[in-house]
């Protein structure tokens, strides 16, 4: 049967079967091969009865990320805040990019609304082509638009520290909060143990894992072949790619680049060029062989 990992912990596998949740070891060939299962893999598994499992084959994953160690993500849902703490929206370009390069989609929440309606960051994500829901995890105000972009979708929650991640999964679901509690009591996690991924499915029908933050990705963003694909991780850049009047144009500063030139008219937002361009900066550096 086929099942999809929704939990690793010291060497177990709990997939989310026809059956129900089975408990699986991994055959010893996946460590003659170097393979590691991760959260989110879908696999074929031999039920052994009692709850039990081997986990046979990892199926084909369509992307697949570093820290957290995830794959399978349809999108990545970045939290952002205008209020207390505010986010810096290089921060969430940041985390766009690396969505995008890995086949994720993006979707930008900006909570607090309540306090700060945060008109600037949801112009400028809506503008850049990105669904946003504006939320007060505190309220309950629009959470009923954040829930169609989230069902029957397998989704990451990150954002930086304090902007209510846990909160909005809260607000979507009354008691995920009690639920991730249950789970680290069982597992004994504390000074001896190291946060784990898990999935969780909600009553709306998402699937969705709470990550700790923005610098968990960062060694996603360095991985990647970034420097030649960058481009294409800014959604409002497509139209004009392709169209400057050098064909190895850096989009940074030549003369004839068609994305300054939209720059210039308007079309693209210059802070999401000045983030575009902070990140060619931090990969420009790095060699081919660092890419890879």
């Not at 994720?104 to 607090?112: A, E, L």
């Not at 902007?163 to 979507?172: D, F, H, M, W």
């Not at 999401?272 to 060699?287: G, I, T, V």
């Amino acid at each position: 049967m086929e099942g999809t990992i929704f939990k690793a912990l010291s060497g177990f596998y709990y997939a989310d079967t026809a059956d129900g949740i089975l408990e699986c070891r991994a055959r010893g060939r996946f460590r003659k091969d170097g393979e590691t299962p991760l959260v989110g893999d879908c696999a074929e598994i031999t039920p052994l009865g009692n709850g039990k499992g081997i986990l046979e084959r990892i199926l084909p994953r369509k992307n697949e990320f570093l820290r957290p160690a995830v794959s399978n993500i349809d999108q990545m849902v970045i939290v952002a805040s205008a209020a207390i703490p505010e986010t810096d929206p290089f921060l969430i370009d940041r985390l766009a990019v690396v969505a995008r390069l890995r086949n994720c989609g993006v979707v930008v929440c900006v909570n607090k609304c309540d306090l700060n309606h945060g008109d600037f960051l949801v112009g400028l994500y809506r503008k850049a082509g990105f669904p946003v829901a504006r939320v007060s995890a505190e309220t309950g105000e629009g959470i009923s638009e954040l829930i169609p972009l989230i069902t029957g979708r397998v989704s990451v929650f990150t954002g930086n520290s304090g902007v209510g991640k846990t909160s909005i999964l809260n607000a979507l679901e009354p008691g995920f909060h009690l639920r991730v509690g249950e789970v680290s009591e069982k597992l004994g996690r504390g000074r001896h143990t190291t946060r784990h991924v898990e999935l969780f499915r909600l009553s709306c029908g998402a699937v969705v894992t709470d990550t700790p933050g923005f610098s968990s990705f960062d060694a996603d963003l360095l991985d990647l072949n970034t420097k030649a694909r960058l481009p294409w991780g800014m959604p409002e850049f497509e139209p004009y790619l392709g169209k400057c009047r050098f064909s190895d144009c850096s989009h940074t500063k030549e003369q004839g680049c068609a994305v300054l030139e939209a720059v210039a008219q308007g079309k693209i937002q210059p802070s999401r060029h000045e983030s575009y361009r902070k990140l060619y900066e931090l990969l420009k550096d790095k060699k081919e062989w660092e890419q890879l």
